[in-house]
């Protein structure tokens, strides 16, 4: 990762029109908000040609490496709801650097020589506030496997893999086959992880593994909802993940896109409206979550939860998928 630098958010207002044909392929994620932000960039730059092919993340990832073996290139640029997406497509070599003044705009931590990290999602252990008190929920994920506390999981869930992922990284493959075998005898399973965000609320169980925003997202609609976020600390318990974008042609057009979508007014949006975490300096963090300096995630490159494979192995040999 680059050094730390204070350089702080653009506006859209300092940046260049854009002006071409440019291929996005988009993972798809967040409810339309991404394409919001997408349709406000078209309307603000009239010359500007964009041509979106949607998928499920790690497909659109498997199809440029692909296309790239086939001598082929259709997209230009790859936005990904997930680091790991990412991750697959750098080492596959395809992805372009990045100018410093591009990587300098993100937080310490997040700063990458080929990707940008666009938000960032926090996994968290919602709780039910009238089943559970804070003082019964350790701070270390791993204690869950042998607490009495029941639990809310979506194991099918992509974020899901990339929490178990990066807990086969950080602590092993037998601590992390042995921690999905405790916790599967006490764990409730949901298809998403809004589901399990729901399921903890109504008292189904005692407390879930979800992405911070399902939370925010629901009290903002019931402000009075039996539901609170705990945190873990520096494990995998409260990884920090994040959607994140890269050029694959060359060109200032591709690099000048990415640049919007790391603009203070984008940022900003995505922070009110998705609930998802600014990665670029001097934008605020959504209502409700306490400063990313407060939380104390794990030191891990993202792009190394690419790694799937073992991990879907694991939890199929457990019998948890």
């Not at 988009?26 to 964009?50: C, Q, T």
């Not at 996994?123 to 019964?136: A, F, G, H, I, K």
């Not at 189904?204 to 600390?233: I, Q």
Request: hydrophobic content about 40%; overall charge neutral; some cysteine.
């Amino acid at each position: 990762m680059a050094a730390e630098s204070n350089s702080v958010a653009q506006s859209v207002d300092q940046l260049p029109p854009l002006k071409g044909d440019l291929t996005l392929y988009l993972g798809r994620g967040e409810g339309g908000l991404y394409e919001n932000v997408l349709e406000a960039i078209r309307k603000r730059n009239p010359g500007f040609n964009l041509q979106i092919r949607r998928g499920v993340t790690a497909a659109l990832a498997n199809t440029i490496v692909a296309e790239s073996k086939a001598g082929v290139r259709r997209a230009d640029v790859f936005w990904a709801v997930d680091s790991g997406a990412i991750g697959l497509v750098a080492d596959a070599g395809l992805a372009r650097p990045l100018p410093a003044d591009v990587t300098a705009q993100l937080k310490p931590g997040f700063q990458y020589p080929q990707w940008a990290p666009v938000t960032g999602r926090i996994r968290t252990l919602p709780y039910n506030t009238e089943r559970v008190t804070p003082d019964r929920i350790p701070d270390s994920v791993m204690a869950l496997a042998d607490s009495d506390l029941s639990i809310g999981w979506a194991p099918a869930y992509a974020s899901f893999q990339s929490f178990v992922t990066a807990m086969r990284l950080l602590e092993g493959e037998q601590a992390t086959t042995d921690w999905l075998k405790g916790v599967s005898k006490r764990a409730k399973s949901y298809a998403g992880e809004l589901g399990v965000v729901m399921g903890v609320e109504r008292g189904e169980v005692d407390l879930g593994f979800a992405n911070h925003y399902y939370t925010l997202r629901l009290k903002n609609g019931k402000p009075d909802a039996n539901v609170d976020l705990a945190f873990t600390k520096n494990d995998a318990g409260c990884l920090v993940n994040a959607s994140g974008i890269l050029a694959l042609s060359e060109g200032d057009l591709p690099i000048n896109f990415i640049r919007y979508l790391l603009t203070r007014e984008v940022q900003s949006y995505l922070a009110s409206e998705a609930y998802e975490i600014p990665l670029v300096n001097s934008v605020q963090p959504p209502q409700g979550l306490p400063p990313l300096n407060t939380i104390s995630p794990p030191k891990i490159d993202l792009t190394q939860l690419a790694d799937l494979r073992p991990t879907l192995n694991l939890m199929r040999r457990v019998g948890v998928l």
